[in-house]
C-alpha cells in the first residue's frame, strides 16, 4: 500500500488546492483512493506512474486544480461526465472536491470500468455513477452540464464527441500538455500543462 500520511498527502496538493475550499474528508478519501491505485496498477496498468507520491501529485493534482476550475461554472446538482475516465482522472477527485455535483464516469475498457466501480463503492460516492462503455453509445437525450477529458489517446477526435454530450451553454473542460489556449490555467508544478475550459 502506499503509505501515505494525510498530513504528506496535504503538503504535496497545497499548490494545487491553494486557496480553495476542500471538503473535511479531502484527504482521507484521497489516502483510500491511493491504495486502491497502488494495489490495482499492477494487473490493470491504470497508469503508468508507479510512484505514490507523483501519482498525488500529477493525477490527483492536476485533478483537483481542474477542480478549483470547475467549480467556479458549476452549480449543485449539475450532471458532469469524465469522458475516458481511465484510472479517474479528473472525475473522482472533482467528485471527491465538488461533492454537490453529479459525476458519470465514462471508460469503455471493461478492467478500468470494474476499477472505477470499486473506487465508488469503497469511497461510498453515492453522486458518482460508472458508464461501462463508449460515451457515444449512450442514449441521445443523456447531457451533462460539463465534460472533462484528461490524457485521452486521440484528444481532437474525443473533442468532438465530447462535444456533442455538452448540454447547450455547458463547458468542455480539458487537461492537456503543449500550447495554451485563450483563457488556459497553467497547472501548478508543470511544464506546459494546462487546463482549459470552452463554452460549448
Do not use: C
Not at 449543485?76 to 461526465?81: C, H, I, K, S, Y
Not at 470500468?113 to 463508449?134: D, I, N, P, W, Y
Not at 464527441?161 to 483563457?183: K, M, Q
Request: proline share 6%; no cysteine.
Amino acid at each position: 500500500m502506499a503509505n501515505l500520511t494525510e498530513t504528506r498527502m496535504r503538503e504535496l496538493l497545497a499548490p494545487f488546492v491553494g486557496d480553495f475550499s476542500v471538503p473535511d474528508d479531502l484527504y482521507s478519501q484521497l489516502g483510500k483512493y491511493l491504495d486502491l491505485l497502488v494495489l490495482w496498477n499492477g494487473r490493470t496498468n491504470l497508469t503508468a506512474v508507479r510512484e505514490p507520491e507523483e501519482m498525488v501529485t500529477r493525477h490527483f493534482g492536476e485533478s483537483i486544480f481542474a477542480a478549483r476550475q470547475a467549480a467556479k461554472l458549476l452549480q449543485a446538482g449539475d450532471p458532469v461526465l469524465d469522458f475516458g475516465s481511465g484510472g479517474g482522472f479528473p472525475g473522482v477527485p472533482l467528485q471527491l472536491a465538488l461533492p454537490s455535483v453529479r459525476v458519470t464516469l465514462g471508460e469503455s475498457q471493461n478492467k478500468k470500468a470494474t476499477f472505477l466501480r470499486e473506487v465508488v463503492r469503497t469511497l461510498g460516492l453515492k453522486q458518482t455513477a460508472v458508464h461501462a462503455g463508449r460515451v457515444e453509445a449512450m442514449p441521445a437525450a443523456q447531457m451533462f452540464r460539463m465534460v472533462t477529458m484528461r490524457a485521452v489517446d486521440d484528444p481532437q477526435l474525443a473533442a468532438e464527441a465530447a462535444r456533442t454530450r455538452v448540454a447547450a451553454g455547458g463547458w468542455l473542460l480539458s487537461l492537456h500538455g503543449g500550447e495554451p489556449s485563450e483563457g488556459s490555467a497553467a497547472i501548478p508544478g508543470s511544464e506546459r500543462r494546462y487546463v482549459s475550459v470552452e463554452q460549448v
